[in-house]
């Protein structure tokens, strides 16, 4: 049983650029407010990983977001938007799950494959998103998680280090899970490598080889060209992908060949 969800869109791990997005979430705030309890756990999981300087701006966006926060507009280094197209997501939820027939549970599900700083941005931009009253209440559940410094007692946290098993990543193409005699053959690849091999072509199981993965790009690359006969709408963004689908590529390979020197 779903009993909050945050998604939060955002740009890869290795893309230069940095932007932030919502996407679909639920936070409600009446009853046992698991939505603010949701969001303030988000940003105490991920507080840590921000720099000396977010950490030093966090005070001043959690203020500007109890009068409303304007996107687009820049926080802790982050362009706030909301045109989700070409990034990357993060899903953190809170279920009720039944125990084996001896009761239900609370799971807190905390997707950990991205950067942290777009986790608590988001955090903050779900709260703002809500209704004044619904937002003072998603507020205050985040300012009360921050002097706590802890995440919810008395819910089993359940980390996600390579992204949400199942989730089709967002890419060019993509397809659905993929799956022989029930097991998803893209068990146990991280999601942005996923992604990766899904812009390039690759399908599940691949063996991802440096001059297999250069030749796809270049042939990929040369096809969305608009000098190629590609089409110049999204052209630039298309290339933008080839090109750090293939950096994700080769960076992942040359600690496993420099190994085997």
């Not at 996407?23 to 705030?29: A, F, Q």
């Not at 000396?52 to 280094?77: F, K, N, S, T, Y």
């Not at 796809?216 to 090109?243: C, I, M, T, V």
Request: charged letters at 25%; one cysteine or more; a neutral charge.
């Amino acid at each position: 049983m779903l009993l909050a969800e945050l998604n939060v869109r955002h740009t890869r791990r290795h893309m230069p650029t940095r932007r932030v997005a919502l996407d679909g979430s639920y936070v409600p705030t009446s009853g046992p407010g698991y939505g603010g309890v949701l969001l303030g756990a988000v940003v105490v999981e991920n507080l840590g990983a921000l720099d000396e300087d977010q950490l030093e701006m966090l005070p001043g966006l959690l203020h500007d977001a109890r009068g409303g926060l304007h996107v687009p507009r820049i926080a802790l280094r982050y362009r706030l938007q909301t045109d989700t197209h070409g990034l990357d997501r993060s899903r953190h939820r809170i279920l009720g799950e039944e125990n084996n027939g001896s009761g239900r549970q609370v799971v807190l599900e905390l997707d950990c494959h991205g950067r942290a700083a777009p986790q608590v941005i988001g955090a903050v931009m779900a709260a703002v998103a809500l209704p004044d009253s619904s937002r003072s209440i998603a507020l205050r559940a985040i300012d009360a998680a921050l002097r706590s410094g802890a995440l919810p007692e008395g819910v089993i946290i359940r980390r996600l280090s390579e992204g949400v098993p199942g989730l089709a990543p967002f890419a060019p193409g993509a397809r659905p899970v993929v799956t022989v005699n029930g097991e998803d053959l893209w068990g146990g690849v991280p999601s942005e490598r996923r992604w990766a091999m899904e812009v390039l072509g690759l399908r599940a199981g691949m063996d991802v080889e440096h001059v297999d993965v250069q030749a796809r790009f270049r042939r990929l690359a040369r096809l969305a060209h608009p000098d190629h006969g590609g089409s110049p709408d999204g052209a630039a963004e298309r290339l933008a992908e080839l090109a750090e689908a293939r950096a994700m590529l080769l960076d992942h390979e040359r600690p496993v060949a420099a190994a085997h020197n």
